[in-house]
């Protein structure tokens, strides 16, 4: 059996409130695996908490087998760099810029390559010259998670990734996210309040009641 790539154990966080607390969460290579649970619940802290972001009250990250809490400053960021890849609903794409620019600065930083066929399955290979501020909100999504995977990141944390796209570019996103993993042997986290896009993922998991419990 190969090491997970992520592994929490103990987790718990308050900010007025608790929030969560004896959060345990793996992820192997290969694996997607989604969290659900209502609005305001916490599951975009959870997120943070696991792709570096936060650190928790209480618990233990451990991300391709370093634990964050004993990481210096340098490593950190060099995991965000090279290992990390997050996807969020609302994307931070460079507005004046072209689709294409927008993408080479994260090839650029992680020294890798823009793949064709990445641009062609995500059907935005037409639109690399445009400006960012002519492409829909569906369109520049797309760009962005082309953005994200150019970097290659062996982990992709996901937070409502197709919250604001129709059905069918949902689909196509979750079809791209899903054969990254099955190419690469990334691991997959998703955040969606979408149970036919968390139905895809190998688990689901579901945060209620301040507790994270593994559905079956
Ligand atoms: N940085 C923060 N400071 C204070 N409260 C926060 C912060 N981030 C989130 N919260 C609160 O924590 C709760 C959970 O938020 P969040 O993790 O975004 O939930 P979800 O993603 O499940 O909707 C919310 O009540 C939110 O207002
Ligand atoms: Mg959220």
Known sequence: MSEPLLEAKDISHSFDTLLFSNVNLSLN?????????RSGCGKSTLLHIFSTFLKPDKGNVTLFA??????????IEALRRYDIGIIFQFHYLFKGMSAMENVQVATMLSATQIEDRLLEKLEIKELM???????????QQRISIARVLSKRPRIIFADE??????????????DVLLDYTKETGAGLLLVTH???????????????????????
């Open 29 to 37: 290579p290969y694996q997607s695996a989604a969290i659900v649970g």
């Open 66 to 75: 370093k634990d964050l809490y004993a990481q210096k400053d340098e490593a």
């Open 129 to 139: 010259s445009h400006k960012i501020g002519e492409l829909s909100g569906g369109q």
């Open 161 to 174: 990734p197709t919250g604001n796209l129709d059905n069918e570019t949902a689909e196509l996103v979750m």
């Open 194 to 216: 979408d149970e036919s896009m968390a139905a895809r993922c190998d688990s689901t998991y579901k945060l209620e009641d301040k507790v994270l419990r593994l559905q079956v």
